[in-house]
């Protein structure tokens, strides 16, 4: 089938300067930004300055955006593959073949098995309605996310206890009196807007008790820092929830008003005192006690932030949800400085985005990882994963014959990348959409190459908060390899598979026009500023009686009705992690302030920043292993091996080690990062099944290596 040049928006191609408001892709943070071009090239960017709270700031992966645009370790256009699986001998071709090979293998799939044959992962976010939409117009329920190994623990918390998923909540940092944070490492896993007002709160006196397993930038700021056993930090939570209730220091007129399960909150304390805690954790039992008396002090303006990464083991979920308890306990619920329910655009008195999930008839088929049915406490809308790899493997509960990857690269994002290929092996179709050569890409049938953020526009994203908005990725420039949009991309399939019914757009700007349809909103107002705000001042329900909560019981669940249909505790018994051998470690991974997980490693200005990642280690455990600062080691799993240097350092605990996640690359063609650093991920042997049974989420942190000197 012939295919049109993908369009252009926005005047790209025309000379002069120009100002374009758009938002930042080298993360998924997607911060608004200010583009300056001349002549059709990038010249300048800096954050949005409409956006008061970005200003024009930009973090280093921000700042690097030129980088990746200029360049040419990318894909250059479409590839099919012409060897084995992971050969790297791919065949250039143009985008009509390339387009007609991946709908004509996607025909077979669904004519042998169903439009539920067909399983995509993105990256989540803003612009999942394009993705999802597709799936939903060839009959597919199979879209997935990253968060499986991001915050689906959290996630599902969240709505154990309020019924509202992670994102149904917003943290009030600027305002808050005092903001604890287990692992949440705000100043180096960043977003530029948070972090800013992370520091504004500090600079104006707030406190910061920052609890980890290693000194982060973030503990840097603190001004209390525990350093942790690893794994244990539910423990901690439950001596906090047992002094405040003990010592009757909780909100009792906000708790009786919007909570239930009080007693049974009681009784699943019970004997979690400092003493037991500081038995588990290590942090003195004092500690505790001074620590509950004063955050009570500074309450309601305190946040307990759930956690991203808070640690990801089989007990995840309960951290997070008894974080989110202690928040209500404390009455920092809807008032300035603590969390605030995110508000919709109806909250507002307004309509928001139409959304294009609604132009394609309801899929009636069940999820083939089983959330939302088999597994009911977990959410089908972006499901699990990991859960897709049994699936592949066994056919049960029905085969899968393809998967598209678009921005997304399980081979380095999920744990076991060998378990992984053995299942992929099954497909009988792996596609890689990506602006980036992907470890994933590497293994897949087909790639078809994504113009980068600056070549391309996305669908509009709604935004909730306390002030919900609608923001813009605008085209900047015109591709310079032959890479087209997602939305061209997801088009052209859906035609060539008889669904262009419902994706019945020639332009980006005809998407826009549909999803604004309601709003009041136009797109000349969007490219105004990049975003429109559809509140005039920041929503706050009444406390007293305007609070409103998607749980079965319509309160705040202290204890969950979920959870106890599911036939799980309210609060599990802390079970402690198992204990390790001589030469045993708990491995631990994070990510810098620098790189964006496995995205941005062969970025030409990143990679010379952090070229390579070396190993954590406490120096208790280096003088026990004969190891030296800057020598070579070998950590090892279950016959795997990796070598790097070691970084020898009191800021991180004696039963761990850590490295920063993203490194180990095996595409040749990314030669900047090419075999460079360690990667976690392949140490994860067996992770790939292993997972929190309430949350979701792999047990990633539960990972034990040995660690050595290395020989030579």
């Given amino acids: 089938m012939e295919t049109a040049k993908a369009p252009n928006v926005n005047g790209v191609n025309e000379p002069g300067r120009r100002t374009v408001y758009s938002m930042c892709g080298m993360c998924a943070v997607r911060c608004p930004i200010q583009v300056e071009v001349e002549n059709g090239r990038v010249v300048w960017l800096q954050g949005n300055p409409h956006d008061k709270g970005m200003g024009t700031s930009l973090c280093a992966k921000g700042s690097a955006g030129l980088a990746l645009e200029y360049d040419d370790e990318r894909p250059q256009g479409p590839l099919i593959r012409s060897g084995p699986r992971g050969s790297g001998q791919w065949r250039k071709v143009d985008w009509g073949e390339a387009l007609d ?13 169903g439009g539920r044959g067909v399983v995509l992962s993105d990256r989540g976010g803003a612009f999942n309605d394009l993705t999802k939409s597709f799936l939903k117009a060839i009959g597919s329920p199979n879209y997935f996310d990253h968060d499986c190994t991001c915050g689906r623990n959290a996630h599902h918390a969240a709505r154990s206890v309020f019924g509202l998923g992670r994102t149904g909540l917003t943290y009030d940092i600027k305002n808050t009196k005092h903001i604890v944070l287990f692992g949440r490492n705000l100043l180096e896993s960043l977003q530029v807007k948070e972090a800013k007002e992370f520091m504004e709160a500090l600079n104006r006196g707030a406190k910061c008790t920052y609890i980890d397993i290693r000194a982060t930038v973030t503990a840097g700021k603190a001004t209390r820092f525990w350093q942790i056993r690893p794994n244990t930090e539910y ?35 019970q004997g979690k005192t400092p003493e037991w805690a500081e038995t588990q954790t290590g942090v003195p039992a004092q500690e505790i006690r001074a620590f509950v008396r004063e955050i009570a002090a500074d ?62 008839p309801k899929v009636e088929e069940k999820r083939v990882d089983g959330a ?24 049960d509960p029905y085969p899968v014959g393809a998967y598209i990857a678009y921005r997304h690269d399980p081979l380095s994002a999920l744990p076991d990348p060998e378990a992984q290929i053995r299942a992929f092996e099954k497909l009988k179709l792996l596609v890689s959409i990506d602006v980036n050569y992907s470890e994933t890409g590497w293994l897949a049938d087909v790639i078809l190459p994504e113009a980068t953020y600056l ?28 890479a087209r949009p997602a939305w061209w991309i997801f088009k052209e ?28 909103i136009t797109i000349e107002q969007l490219r105004e500023k990049g975003m429109a705000s559809l509140a005039d001042q920041p929503i706050l329900w009444d406390r007293g009686e305007g609070l409103q909560f998607k749980t079965p019981s319509g309160k705040i669940e202290l204890e969950s009705s979920v959870l106890k249909e599911c036939g799980f505790p309210n609060l599990a018994e802390f079970q402690p992690p198992p204990e390790l051998k001589p030469g045993q470690f708990r491995l631990i991974f994070g990510r810098p302030a620098m790189h964006n997980h496995a995205h941005t ?52 605990h004696p039963e761990a080690v850590f490295m920063y996640h993203g490194f180990g690359r095996t595409v040749p063609l990314q030669t900047r990062a090419y075999k460079r650093g360690m990667a976690d991920q392949r140490l994860q042997k067996g992770f790939l099944s292993r997972y929190d049974p309430v949350g979701g989420g792999n047990t990633l942190t539960e990972c034990v290596v040995e660690v050595s000197k290395a020989a030579g």
Avoid: C
């Fill in 299 to 360: 309450a309601p303006q305190v946040i307990f932030h759930p956690g991203w990464m808070t640690a990801r083991h089989g007990q995840s979920f309960y951290t997070s949800r008894s974080s989110y308890i202690l928040n209500v306990l404390l009455g920092a619920m809807e008032t300035p400085g603590g969390l605030i329910i995110s508000k919709e655009a109806k909250d507002a008195g307004r309509k928001g985005l139409k959304k294009l999930v609604d132009l394609s």
């Fill in 601 to 652: 490693m062969n970025n030409p200005v990143l990679h010379e920043i952090m070229p390579e990642n070396t190993l954590w280690i406490h120096p208790q455990a280096a003088q026990s292993l004969g190891i030296q600062e800057g020598e070579k080691v070998e950590v090892a799993k279950e016959g795997y091996r990796v070598s790097g240097r070691a970084s020898i350092t009191p800021f991180i």
């Fill in 493 to 520: 399939l859906a035609r060539r598979l008889g669904a262009g019914d419902y994706f019945d757009f020639e332009t980006i700007e005809d998407i826009w026009r549909y999803q604004l349809e309601d709003t009041g």
């Fill in 101 to 113: 090979y991946v709908a004509a293998k996607l025909q077979e799939v669904i004519a042998q098995y």
């Fill in 455 to 482: 070549e391309r526009a996305n669908i509009l994203a709604g935004k909730s908060g306390p002030k919900p908005g609608i923001s813009m990725r605008d085209q900047a420039v015109a591709p310079r390899l032959d």
């Fill in 235 to 269: 423990a901690l939570n439950l001596a906090f929830i047992q002094q405040i209730l003990e010592e009757s220091l909780y909100d009792a007129d906000f708790v009786s008003r919007w909570a239930v399960g009080l007693e049974s909150l009681r009784q699943g304390v």
């Fill in 372 to 395: 939302g049915w088999k597994y009911r406490h977990f959410d089908p809308g972006s499901g699990l994963l990991h859960q897709l790899f049994p699936a592949l493997e066994t056919g």
